[in-house]
């Protein structure tokens, strides 16, 4: 079965830092890209980061671009997201999802980690 | 930044009733667009990409419309587990967008 399992969310306070995981099974993150997407609380999606197959190209939103990281362990078939200089607003429902093979749109979600910044 | 938009922001259908969401961008994005759908507590669910092509798994019910800017999604007849929010996303360029949701509730 193809899944996706995040994990690492927490509490933390402002310009902490945090690091999350995202553990597929069932396809090789290898050959897939790769996203981060989150949710603030009552709020919408918002895309974060991608990571191409065989790390290859990385793309972010500017909201978090040089505070946030993507990676890859193709090892431990893991995603990460390295968080820094955390703020109030990056509260969120963080998943994982990923690129489809077909088309751009992101075909299977990790269930999400809850990320709360908070003094 | 390409901005999706939305509408309504809430939809009030009966069960059996036909549904359709609205999703517009502010620049062509041709036919690179998908929808989602969200229950309460777990995470989107892939509907609809390419514009029109159903996800595996996704029930006939479900169709997706339009070209450009302007696209729709039409749940034909409401089930009771299709009251959820429903999001367009666009991935024809960086960054990909999503539109702000579509809730589609019981009336």
């Known amino acids: 079965e193809v899944q996706l399992v995040e994990s690492g969310g927490g509490l933390v306070q402002p310009g902490g830092s945090l690091r999350l995981s995202c553990a597929a099974s069932?396809?090789?993150?290898?050959?897939?890209?790769m996203n981060w997407v989150r949710q603030a609380p009552g709020k919408g999606l918002e895309w974060l980061s991608y990571?191409?197959?065989?790390?290859?190209?990385?793309h972010s939103a500017d909201s978090v671009r040089g505070r946030f990281t993507i990676s890859s362990d193709n090892a431990k078939n893991s995603l990460y997201l390295q968080m820094s200089s955390l703020r109030d607003e990056d509260t969120a429902v963080y998943y994982c999802?990923?690129?489809?093979?077909?088309?751009?749109?992101?075909?299977?979600w990790g269930q999400g980690t809850t990320v709360t910044v908070s003094s | 930044e390409i901005v999706m938009t939305q509408s309504p922001a809430t939809l009030s259908v009966s069960p059996g009733e036909r549904a359709t969401l609205s999703c517009r961008a502010s620049?062509?994005?041709?036919?690179?667009l998908a929808w989602y759908q969200q229950k309460p507590g777990q995470p989107p669910r892939l509907l609809i990409y390419?514009?029109?092509t159903r996800a595996t798994g996704i029930p006939a019910g479900f169709s997706g419309s339009g070209s450009g800017t302007e696209f729709t999604l039409t749940i034909s007849s409401l089930q009771s587990e299709d009251f959820a929010v429903y999001y367009c996303?666009?991935?024809?360029?960086?960054?990909?967008?999503f539109g702000q949701g579509t809730k589609v509730e019981i009336k």
């Open positions: 999802a990923r690129y489809s093979g077909y088309s751009g749109a992101l075909d299977v």
């Open positions: 069932g396809f090789s993150l290898s050959t897939y890209g």
């Open positions: 990571l191409g197959s065989g790390s290859s190209t990385i």
């Open positions: 620049h062509s994005i041709s036919d690179n």
């Open positions: 390419d514009v029109s």
């Open positions: 996303q666009q991935y024809n360029k960086w960054p990909q967008t």
